[in-house]
């Protein structure tokens, strides 16, 4: 077959990988369709082919054409409503091939907004761009995915509990770690002598609110505190009292009740691990509470937030937590 005999509109789209201004307009279409809710300009823009991919975030978005149309049209109300912007888009195409890939920032009603991504693979069917594959995720951090790391803080303190010996007995009891909030930066503000005195004051506090609340200091390395009583009522009345002490430091509260080995003077086992991992999720100025201390909590007295399952890296499974508030 000679030269002659190539369609002219195929030749067209044979020359290589390059940016693609014609699929980038189709896109931004097919976005000003999708805020419309003008569905059929929306189902144009796909292919008909029974080989149409849609994946979305949810465990059971792999949807072919039919089950995404669908889904489309169910959810539609939800799709249409707020605002959207193009926060970057990339466009190529490689002769019948070519691939979108944009950041939108979508703007709900209540004033919530977040991020979100879109590829589209488009090849060209009878002389026209037609969507085959579509990818819509909303980008997350690995610390969401995979739990958060603990700080050095919280590092440092687990490291230096000790294996039990022969003597070690278990009890139950609920655990409290405190950690400063951005205390490198703090420290290097201050200087050496003002920081050691700041933190050197903030533990006494926090000691004598532990003692006061029948509590026990287990240790304090760094900037953090490890802290243990033997009710599930003394380890949050002492951490709410902490929150709320005045305090020029900001910190970040876990507390985690089960088994604990004793062990001379310290303690250890899973529920100090998992006590540590609650406390590197809490934001700064937060007190995280694990469900299993949630639930054994004297009924009126402590108010609690929504339940929040996380995953808490090192440790199996997912884990529900709560924000005492």
Same mark, same amino acid.
């Given at each position: 077959?000679?030269?002659?005999?190539?369609?002219?509109?195929?030749?067209?789209?044979?020359?290589?990988?390059?940016?693609?201004?014609?699929?980038?307009?189709?896109?931004?279409?097919?976005?000003?369709?999708?805020?419309?809710?003008?569905?059929?300009?929306?189902?144009?823009?796909?292919?008909?082919?029974?080989?149409?991919?849609?994946?979305?975030?949810?465990?059971?978005?792999?949807?072919?054409?039919?089950?995404?149309?669908?889904?489309?049209?169910?959810?539609?109300?939800?799709?249409?409503?707020?605002?959207?912007?193009?926060?970057?888009?990339?466009?190529?195409?490689?002769?019948?091939?070519?691939?979108?890939?944009?950041? #939108?920032?979508?703007?709900? *009603?209540?004033?919530? /907004?977040?991020?979100?991504?879109? @590829?589209?693979? =488009? $090849?060209?069917?009878? %002389?026209?761009?037609?969507?085959?594959?579509?990818?819509?995720?909303?980008?997350?951090?690995?610390?969401?995915?995979?739990?958060?790391?603990?700080?050095?803080?919280?590092?440092?303190?687990? #490291?230096?509990?000790?294996? *039990?010996?022969?003597? /070690?007995?278990?009890?139950?009891? @609920?655990?409290? =770690? $405190?950690?400063?909030? %951005?205390?490198?930066?703090?420290?290097?503000?201050?200087?050496?002598?003002?920081?050691?005195?700041?933190?050197?004051?903030?533990?006494?506090?926090?000691?004598?609110?532990?003692?006061?609340?029948?509590?026990?200091?287990?240790?304090?390395?760094?900037?953090?505190?490890?802290?243990?009583?033997?009710?599930?009522?003394?380890?949050?009345?002492?951490?709410?009292?902490?929150?709320?002490?005045?305090?020029?430091?900001?910190?970040?509260?876990?507390?985690?009740?089960?088994?604990?080995?004793?062990?001379?003077?310290?303690?250890?086992?899973?529920?100090?691990?998992?006590?540590?991992?609650?406390?590197?999720?809490?934001?700064?100025?937060?007190?995280?509470?694990?469900?299993?201390?949630?639930?054994?909590?004297?009924?009126?007295?402590?108010?609690?937030?929504?339940?929040?399952?996380?995953?808490?890296?090192?440790?199996?499974?997912?884990?529900?937590?709560?924000?005492?508030?």
């Amino acid at each position: 077959m000679g030269r002659s005999d190539l369609d002219p509109a195929r030749l067209a789209y044979s020359v290589g990988m390059r940016p693609s201004p014609e699929l980038e307009a189709i896109t931004r279409r097919y976005l000003a369709a999708r805020a419309a809710a003008n569905f059929a300009q929306v189902r144009g823009t796909y292919s008909s082919s029974e080989h149409f991919t849609a994946i979305g975030t949810a465990v059971e978005d792999w949807l072919g054409a039919e089950g995404f149309l669908e889904v489309v049209q169910e959810d539609w109300e939800t799709l249409q409503i707020g605002t959207e912007k193009v926060r970057r888009l990339e466009a190529f195409e490689n002769g019948e091939t070519g691939w979108v890939a944009m950041e #939108g920032e979508r703007t709900t *009603p209540t004033g919530h /907004s977040f991020l979100y991504r879109l @590829t589209i693979v =488009f $090849t060209m069917e009878e %002389g026209v761009w037609k969507a085959i594959q579509t990818h819509y995720s909303v980008p997350v951090e690995d610390v969401i995915v995979q739990g958060p790391e603990l700080t050095q803080t919280l590092t440092d303190l687990l #490291g230096t509990v000790e294996p *039990p010996s022969d003597g /070690s007995t278990a009890r139950t009891a @609920t655990v409290l =770690f $405190t950690d400063v909030v %951005g205390s490198t930066a703090l420290a290097e503000e201050l200087g050496d002598l003002a920081w050691s005195t700041a933190i050197g004051e903030h533990f006494n506090r926090l000691a004598e609110i532990v003692r006061e609340h029948h509590g026990t200091v287990v240790k304090t390395l760094g900037d953090g505190g490890m802290y243990v009583f033997d009710s599930v009522g003394s380890g949050l009345r002492a951490a709410a009292a902490i929150h709320e002490s005045p305090d020029d430091l900001e910190l970040r509260l876990g507390v985690h009740t089960g088994d604990l080995v004793a062990a001379g003077d310290d303690v250890l086992g899973a529920t100090v691990a998992k006590a540590a991992r609650i406390t590197a999720a809490a934001d700064g100025g937060q007190v995280l509470v694990s469900s299993a201390t949630a639930s054994l909590a004297a009924t009126g007295e402590f108010a609690f937030g929504p339940p929040v399952t996380l995953e808490l890296k090192g440790l199996a499974g997912t884990h529900v937590v709560h924000q005492l508030n």
